[in-house]
């Protein structure tokens, strides 16, 4: 495609029609030129494709793999297994003719109502950015675009087409931009994705600090910046600030763009840039159509669903190791919660998967149980959707719960509790929920609680009077038998927190802050997010982030770290061995955190910078290594406006989760240059 000389065919019509999208879900094309219009369909964790076969009639969604959403993604730490879900969606995503899947999201989860936590992967910038980055890299090998959303600072959905974000630029580098960053330097998406909030007073699709400064100049993004749906309001402002692409079809803004054009307030070489950078996306879309898979295998995806869910599974307690359950104590069995059959699979809005095959983990469980040789009763308890669940048959499960050696309870959330477009009213579970927990533990001592969820859950009404609790996330359409293997020690759980759970909402850093008045929203905790808030102020929490335990154990030793005294732009080596001292084979997420000793700035007392997820046989001794940059040492100095190290001590933590730190040295760091 010669983009110049299709520009200088195009007639100025021509080329600001194709700045407006279409309609809700392709562009503009110009057919006298042979430009062809390219389709989006939104993402993350599978595809919804809508079609509207009559103009006007209603409309379809198609049926499709729905992969476990991005929050249970993250407790895999797994990098290449996000990197094949991206591959298995480019494939479902060709099969459509869809050329760009709308996703990955990697806001920060800054604070735990946030509705669409589900969506986003972690409250920590670096998990959060190479989660994304993995994602990105699946999906666009095979020659299907990506958009990374929503740039930037979108954290709550409350007020979230007009509240201005106000905060420092510091946080706004080091956490909120920092994800993004990493993404598009590793992966570079095709297109990103501005939010609908304003930051600092502006809109982010009018926002040329974040859009221009910050993405394109200091990231160096390459692609295409789109409006979320309808985040447009000055079609020229936008443009201004290099928003390329308004989807969907504005009304309005044609004219918009032609009257700014006629008074100056835009050029027609703004223009011309914005349309060449459109036209590298159709020549982007074309040529991928080329190398895209002819087929997709819906079957391997099912499977890859499965095998995703389960390295979700995060194992938060386990007291007296109660699981797997055991059939030498476990005769008899109780499960008890519809979610058992009927399972929470994701969370609500533009990101629902229509899917025909949910499973949930009964039916799987039912199969271990015969040949375990354990009884098995099932009550469903309450009847369909968790906001208002209305105990039924409660005296049937007490019961039930009551005769058996093990009683398993089914809770969680949903996508009417979890959703695009409204944040959740609290962090507790549904008060009958808790009630029909607390019912069962009564009855049973040996209470085990499975939790399908999108995001941190306050367990403080229950979490002492139960044995052990199974954090099953939102795990897709096959996040069923994931869970039934780990109950039953078919699998071995390894998921852990991407997300802090804390004791109680009270405690999150920006509880007195949000939602804001309405207009703003203020991030007074500054950098204080998640774990760097708890770490560093010592305060307790339910279940630390990084924390997931395993039906093995793992020993760390014999810490290296080389150089142990480095320039600034050197880089460092940080190696241990692992090994598993337990009997069964599993795997372990070991984490890495750096931490200034005596800084001369206000920093968080550690902060992620590596992990590796090793698995091994009992008795294994692996080795992990790690490769620290100037960047993972630097805080953003704002009156440099540059990176910058400091000279002095940093401590490395080498840890099982940000309060499970198994190994720890120091190096000294020396001031080296600003970067940017
Ligand atoms: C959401 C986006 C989504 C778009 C298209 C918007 O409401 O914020 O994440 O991609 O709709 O459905």
Redesign the pocket.
Known sequence: MDISDLISRLTLDEKITLLIGKDSWSTEPVPRLGIPSIRVS??PHGLRYESRPVEGGPSYITEATCFPTSSALAATWDMDLIREIGAAMAEEAAGLGVDVI?GP?TNIKRTPVCGRNFEYFSEDPFLAGECAAAYIAGVQDRGVGTSL??FAANNQELGRTSVSVEVDERTLREIYLRPFEIAVRKSQPWTV?CSYNRLAGIYASENAFLLDRVLRHDFGFQGLVLS??GAVHDRAKALTASLELEMPHGSGSFENLKAALANGEITEAEIDRAVASLLRLVEKAVEGRRRRPKASDRTAHRALARAAALQAVTLLKNDGSLLPLNPASVTSLAVIGRFAKDPMIQGGG?AFVTTKSIEGALETMQEHAVKAKIRLDYEPAYSSWAEAPGLEATHEAQLVAEKADCAVVFVGTGHRVES?SFDRAGIRLNPDLERLILMTAAMNPRTVVVVQAGSAIDMSAWIDKVKAVVFAWFGGEAGGPAVADVLFGAANPCGKLAETFPLRLEDTPSFDTYPGDGNHTWYREGLFVGYRHYDSMGTGVLFPFGHGLSYTSFLYADLRVTPDAVGAPGSVTVACSVTNTGDRRGSEIVQVYVGESTPRVVRPTKELKGFVKIELDPGEKGEVRFALTPRDFAYWNASLAAWHVQSGTHRIFVGSSSRDIRLEAKIAVAQGPDFS
């Open positions: 939104d993402g709308l999201g959303k929503h994705m979320d749906w533009s695009e």
